[in-house]
């Protein structure tokens, strides 16, 4: 960029402040990479919206050094992460899903983290402070982008400093949309979403109501769907275990004028009686399960809300665009530290678009199947056809929705394959479903996660460039493939681990792992061309991208 007239110039411009362009500016500082975060409003938000974070973006904050802050900051250890359905509070049960796997403070088997609730109330904040401890990472509040220009070897961006209110412009070598789903850089680019005809439109109502769980007989429960006898069905989500919650209510009425919505009157209908409350705020949004048809334009990537939109019910949102910025941020890296081949980064679409398009695939097909249950006007009688009408509803309901609220395939078993920067070793791809995860090193898979010592899992190793690991007492010397990334200057560790039970589970002796922990090679013996394996895995074999 060097005839820029631009008076700022940054490697990387993040725009927006949610928490993908935040969890992106916590990785590139972790990578130590110079980065600049606009972000057009000022604090952390007033208003709640995501809650759960699965096992896998659990894993990220994990790297990022912050997921005890998160812990501490979301729900207590002890409230169940458990998914009831009822007519009222004051009235029947319906059905209950429990989800043994999710809340608590001990690890799961496939992940050295559990799923965790923390509202973007409480992480946000954690995520901006740990975003801001980094040297390499700035953050300007109060900013907002106003256009994008694409200027050869560099992108230039026009920013309105609303304290200010003046423009400034910023050159910057890649630009990472993170703007959300009313990003003004998309639109310009021309992309559009697709995906499903779908449009839901819902007012949220935040209110405290301190342990609403002490005046009805249901007992604690982090998601509660309301049903009544017209199919209205309400979600009272748990923001914090404590005190805190967020009641959706569906309906074009209430988001055409949300200020006249009778936030009181609704939260009373939903609980069934009268209970301690204030009504904290209400706001409108509305749902959509699309997909960008393309996630990056030459120097400018798309993530996060951005790129994808879904309901919130399967709760995958922010989930998969913390997945996104885990893909971009050592990519990114890689190419400003020189050793990136020139395709690395066009690999960003092909590796997490299918991502997007399964996971938003998944939230469009769970939310028909909860939109799509029959009613029953009988659902709220106190008579046998009341309770039959219960038990109906109940049994489909936990057939329909555990896939809902269970996503454990989802969150730890997505597979970039194929990819044009993984070496396929023609191996058949696992059988995997949305909700089970099944540990491989299937090439394009998340490296498994195993203890090697106390609070030390295998996967804390992947984090600043490759890691080969050398796998059981007889694995072979990989001196000519360490040799082949020395050539190429790209930083590698490698590491042996001489345990039968860890070698059965990475189902090779040599497994390459890149540095967001998924499995860019694997093989029995050091390959007879190790530079061909290097130059592919760092995007610079362009044959692969044909
Ligand atoms: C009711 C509700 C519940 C949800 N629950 C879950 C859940 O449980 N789990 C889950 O995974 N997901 C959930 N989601 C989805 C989740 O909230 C979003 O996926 C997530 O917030 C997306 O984060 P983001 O950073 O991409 O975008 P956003 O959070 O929208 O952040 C974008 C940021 O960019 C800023 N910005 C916009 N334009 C500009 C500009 N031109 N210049 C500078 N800054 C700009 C905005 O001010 C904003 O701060 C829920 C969503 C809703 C509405």
Redesign the pocket.
Known sequence: MSSSPSPLETPVLI???????LGLACDLGMRGVSCLL????EGPPDHP????LNARSMEFMRRWGISEDVHAAGTPEDFPHTALYVTTFADFEIARIERPGHGGRAPIGPSPERPQRCN?LFLDPILTRRAKSFDTVEIRQL????SVTEAGDHVVATIHDRAKDERFQVAARYVVD???????IRRALGIEMSGSPYVGYFV?IFVRAPELWAHHAMGKAALVTFVDAKGLWRNLISLDGRELY?L?VNGKTYYDAPDQVDAEGLFREAIGKDVPHEILSVRR?SARNVVADRYQQGRIFL????AHLNH?AA???????LGDVDNLGWKLAAMLAGWGGDRLLDSYEPERRPVGLRNIGHANTSHNSERQQATHPEIAMDTPAGAEARREMGASLVGAQTKRVITDGLALGYQYAPSPIVSDDGSPPQPSTSAEYHATTFPGSRAPHVWLAAGRSIIDMFDQGFTLLRLGADAPQPAALEGAFAQRGVPLKVVSVDDAAIARLYEKPLVLVRPDGHVAWRGEAVPADPLAVVDHVRGADTAAFN
């Open positions: 725009v927006g402040g949610g928490p993908v362009g606009v972000e057009q409003g919206r995501a809650t759960a973007q900013c907002r982008l106003e993170c703007s959300g789903g009313r990003t003004v949220s967020r959706g949004w993530a996060g809300d951005a919130p709760g995958l949102g922010l989930n998969t665009g």
